[in-house]
T-cell receptor
Framework: EAGVAQSPRYKIIEKRQSVAFWCNPISGHATLYWYQQILGQGPKLLIQ????????DSQLPKDRFSAERLKGVDSTLKIQPAKLEDSAVYLC?????????????FGPGTRLTVL | GIQVEQSPPDLILQEGANSTLRCNFS?????LQWFHQNPWGQLINLFY???GTKQNGRLSATTVATERYSLLYISSSQTTDSGVYFCAVSTSGNNRLAFGKGNQVVVIP
């Protein structure tokens, strides 16, 4: 079974530029999550989708971050414009459902550096 | 929100040694997972263990939900065990995970 796929693996941009990340979850997983992991910290949830609907985006900085999962499968996370403090690893995860008993599986992450 | 505390923050082990990592959480949970983040940043699932005890090879985990803590045991450590171990919990019905700050483990040959 293929795992969660993410691209690109690395991205370097200058502040005020835009960037987008892509995630393909494990086949059949209805729930998709985007996390931000700043160096030295644990991941923090940004947004959670159940199929193509948003379940939780309470910690998403909506003035600059946006995410979509139009067909309930792949998802993109966009930052526009980027700030220095957005430098982090962006992790995508998926699970079979959004209930508390569902194990989350993580992709390899995209490491973003904002200069 | 729920607080997750992991101890010790840093641990250096001689290859072959055993160790115990601890995760304390501040509220009742319906999901608890242990992950290993390797040096390349990949988060690897170790255990889904909101309660009880599980074992997988040299690793085992125990969660005592009534006392709000979980333990991860590493036996006969190997250099490939190096990395950061994260405990993550969810109290909400939508499976939102809150992570601790991690246990940085270095195993030296």
């Amino acid at each position: 079974e293929a795992g969660v796929a993410q691209s690109p693996r690395y991205k370097i941009i200058e502040k005020r530029q835009s960037v987008a990340f892509w995630c393909n979850p494990i086949s059949g997983h209805a729930t998709l999550y985007w996390y931000q992991q700043i160096l030295g910290q644990g991941p923090k949830l940004l947004i959670q989708f159940q199929n193509n609907g948003v379940v939780d985006d309470s910690q998403l900085p909506k003035d600059r971050f946006s995410a979509e999962r139009l067909k309930g499968v792949d998802s993109t996370l966009k930052i526009q414009p980027a700030k220095l403090e957005d430098s982090a690893v962006y992790l995508c995860a998926s699970s079979t459902e959004d209930r508390g008993t569902a194990t989350q599986y993580f992709g390899p992450g995209t490491r973003l550096t904002v200069l | 929100g729920i607080q997750v505390e992991q101890s010790p923050p840093d641990l250096i082990l001689q290859e072959g040694a055993n160790s115990t990592l601890r995760c304390n959480f501040s509220d009742s949970v319906n999901n608890l997972q242990w992950f290993h983040q390797n040096p390349w940043g990949q988060l690897i699932n170790l255990f889904y263990i909101p309660s009880g005890t599980k074992q997988n090879g040299r690793l085992s985990a125990t969660t005592v939900a009534t006392e709000r803590y979980s333990l991860l045991y590493i036996s006969s450590s190997q250099t490939t065990d190096s990395g950061v171990y994260f405990c993550a919990v969810s109290t909400s019905g939508n499976n939102r995970l809150a992570f601790g700050k991690g246990n940085q483990v270095v195993v030296i040959p």
